[in-house]
Structures are given as C-alpha cells and as structure tokens.
C-alpha cells in the first residue's frame, strides 16, 4: 500500500484494511485511531448524530494538513493505514472530557454530538487520559426518527440486519467514510472537504440493501474483532460521485 494518506485505495486491494482473513497488513505494527464521543448524563446526543459526527470527525482528520505530508500526524497516519483501519469508540464526561479535550486531536461538533478524534496510537499504547475512559455505555437512541437521507449528499447505509451499539456502528461509520474519501479524487475531497464534509448516516431499508451491496460502492466488511462476526458487512458508504454513471 502507498505510504501516502491521501492517496485512493482501489477496492479491490487484496489485502484490505477491513478483510477479515490474515494478510501483510496483519504483520505490520498495529494502530488504532482513538475517537471520544462525549455523554453527559443529563444530556446525552442522540444515536444519528453520534454516528454523523464521528464519520465527519474521521474525514476531518484525514483531511488535516498534519496529517499529510511533513505534518505533525503524517507518520502516525501511514503507519496506521499500512496496518488494519482500527477505530476504537469511547466515552467521556465532564472531568474526562476536559482531560481528553487536552490532548493533541481535534474536535467535531453536530447538532449536539462532540467526538474528538486524535492521531493514531499504538494498539497497546494509548495516552493514560484515554486508556482509562469506558468502551462500554455508548447506547444512544433517536429520540426521533431521523429525516430521510438527502439523496444528493453522501448517504452512509447501515446494514438493517446487524444490532451494534452506538459505539460500534459509530466505528463502522468511520471506516464508511474513510473508503469514500479514498476513491474521490483530488479534486472531489477538496470540494467535500470545502463543503463541511455534509453526510448523513442512515439504516437501509432491508429491501434496498443487497441492491446497496452490489452497487460497486464501498462497502464495509468488518474484521470481527468486536460484537459481529467477521466478513459481515456493516456498511455501504454511498457518495454521488461514486455512484454508477461517475
């Protein structure tokens, strides 16, 4: 694989970042991108916004002039994408948050959802601050049934037949996204990227889904390290200058 971030990653890489039979990727040094979706007890973000939050927070930091090039990030950035896309979800408050909040990383806000996401680290090597927050406890509900998708911004489709926590599917979101932001051209990142990185998470109808599958799309098939079995595919990032007729 390219040692550069920005670079587009056919789909059909043979050993992918999310295949789930053993491959090269596997004897590289393992990284993870940490992510920290705030929860508050008394508030706590609806599940959609939690997901579109993260998605956008992991396209921010792919984006970020650190993380390529001579930046600051860049090194983390390629060892981590030489290696499995490893993203790992956990949850702060108050006093927690603050003490995430310090360390190098940016934050992405969405409606009411605020996910840090901070350079890659070592699979065994996380910063104290963030070792000690909870994997656990990310179940988030719509209080409401989200709006339907706008059909001509990036939609990012769940698969309708997995249960994740919030956590996790919020993991899942990110490796959508990331896939997309790997097949755009140049000139289609800088124009998402210049737009805000608009996207919308949505569970796909289970009738849609095989259709959404077989596309030619970028679909996410999960590693199996947590909650689902390996090979299931969890999602299908479906941007318009992806679709048939590009």
Known sequence: MSNDPTAPVPASVPDSPFRPEPGERDLAPQFVLPLVVRIERAAPPARTDALETAARAVLVMLGDERSTGDGEWARAMRDWQDARIRKVVRRARGAEWRRAEALPGVTITGKAAEVRVFPPVPLDGWPKDLARLQVSGTDLDDPEPPAEADPTAPVLWMNPELDMSAGKAMAQAGHG?????????????????????????????????????????????????????????????????????R
């Open 177 to 245: 996204a990331q896939l997309a932001w790997w097949e755009l051209s140049d000139g289609e990142r800088t124009a998402w990227r210049d737009a805000g990185f608009p996207l919308s998470v949505r569970t796909a109808d289970p009738s849609r889904w095989e259709g959404l599958t077989t596309a030619g799309l970028p679909v996410v098939r999960d590693a199996g390290f947590t909650e689902i079995a390996p090979g299931s595919c969890t999602v299908v990032a479906d941007h318009p200058a992806l679709r048939d007729g």
